[in-house]
């Protein structure tokens, strides 16, 4: 079987108006984190590290300043979230990797982006790694993946649904975009569910569309930023390449 790749390039929102309903299986994504409002998060005022300035994401996207005021960026993700819900088949669901974090001493947890979908379970990814630059904060090493699903949404089988609720797994190394995740993370929600057509309305680096394709199952992909658009176009190419010799071989 020949998994089929759809890529665009654009605003997911007037992207998704034209994918039809009920015709993803699963959605994997992991949105902008809102980080040119970042209250600090361990970075001292005045830090500067690569894509940071003062714990603030500084160059990360050439299209898209990631710095919207909260209740705008609340807005978004919700208008986003219903929209993936439209496309979700009737045993569908929503993998939303994101993080809680305090700001200017509040926290502020992905919940609060929830547009009122049913939450089936929350997952926790142990990502380890990382660097703190101040001794007033412990390392942060973990964020969420909400799962939103359909009423009919099931895992593949009883040794899926016997995996962990905590995922431990590292960080991508040498990844060009801000907020990268491993290609293991999305690997493992589509090996322990029955989907076929997975969608990423938050491309990025094209992560979900590498495990996609090594997995043989369909894509969709979106991204707004050209140039991270162009990185995921090359990175599924070559996965599918790859994928072709395996079916040759």
Same mark, same amino acid.
């Given at each position: 079987?020949t998994?089929n790749?759809?890529l665009?390039?654009g605003?997911?929102?007037?992207?998704?108006?034209n994918?039809?309903? &009920?015709?993803v299986?699963?959605?994997?994504t992991?949105?902008?984190?809102?980080?040119?409002v970042?209250?600090?998060?361990?970075?001292p &005022?005045g830090?500067?590290k690569?894509?940071w300035?003062?714990?603030?994401?500084?160059?990360?996207?050439a299209?898209y300043?990631?710095?919207?005021p909260?209740?705008?960026y609340v807005e978004?993700?919700?208008? /986003?979230?219903?929209?993936?819900?439209r496309?979700?088949?009737?045993?569908?669901?929503i993998?939303?990797?994101?993080?809680?974090?305090?700001?200017?001493? +509040?926290?502020?947890t992905?919940?609060?982006?929830n547009?009122?979908l049913?939450?089936?379970?929350i /997952?926790i990814?142990?990502?380890?790694?990382? +660097?703190?630059?101040?001794?007033?904060?412990y390392?942060?090493?973990?964020e969420?993946?909400?799962?939103?699903a &359909?009423?009919d949404?099931?895992l593949?089988?009883?040794k899926?649904?016997?995996a962990?609720?905590i995922? &431990?797994?590292g960080?991508?190394r040498?990844?060009?975009?801000?907020?990268?995740?491993?290609v293991?993370?999305?690997?493992?929600?589509i090996?322990?569910t029955?989907s076929?057509? +997975?969608m990423?309305?938050?491309?990025g680096?094209?992560?979900?569309? /590498?495990?996609?394709?090594?997995?043989?199952?369909?894509? +969709?992909?979106?991204?707004?930023?050209?140039g991270?658009?162009?990185?995921?176009?090359?990175?599924i190419?070559?996965?599918e390449?790859?994928?072709?010799?395996i079916?040759?071989?």
């Open positions: 079987m998994s790749i759809q665009y390039q605003d997911c929102l007037e992207v998704m108006k994918i039809p309903d &009920k015709s299986d699963l959605v994997f992991s949105p902008p984190y809102n980080l040119g970042s209250s600090g998060g361990g970075f &005022k830090t500067s690569g894509k300035s003062g714990g603030h994401l500084s160059n990360g996207y299209t300043n990631d710095a919207l909260y209740h705008e978004w993700q919700k208008a /986003v979230l219903l929209e993936c819900w496309t979700l088949s009737d045993t569908g669901a993998y939303y990797n994101h993080k809680p974090r305090v700001q200017n001493g +509040i926290l502020q992905p919940l609060e982006l547009p009122g049913p939450l089936r379970q /997952v990814w142990e990502r380890n790694g990382g +660097i703190n630059f101040s001794p007033s904060f390392l942060p090493t973990h969420w993946i909400l799962i939103f &359909k009423p949404f099931r593949r089988d009883k899926a649904s016997g962990k609720d995922w &431990k797994v960080q991508e040498g990844n060009p975009h801000p907020a990268p995740f491993p293991e993370l999305p690997k493992i929600a090996e322990t029955k076929v057509t +997975i990423d309305p938050f491309m680096s094209g992560t979900t569309g /590498v495990a996609a394709k090594n997995l043989n199952r369909n894509f +969709i992909g979106i991204e707004m930023d050209e991270y658009f162009k990185i995921a176009s090359s990175r190419a070559d996965a390449l790859a994928q072709e010799r079916e040759k071989a």
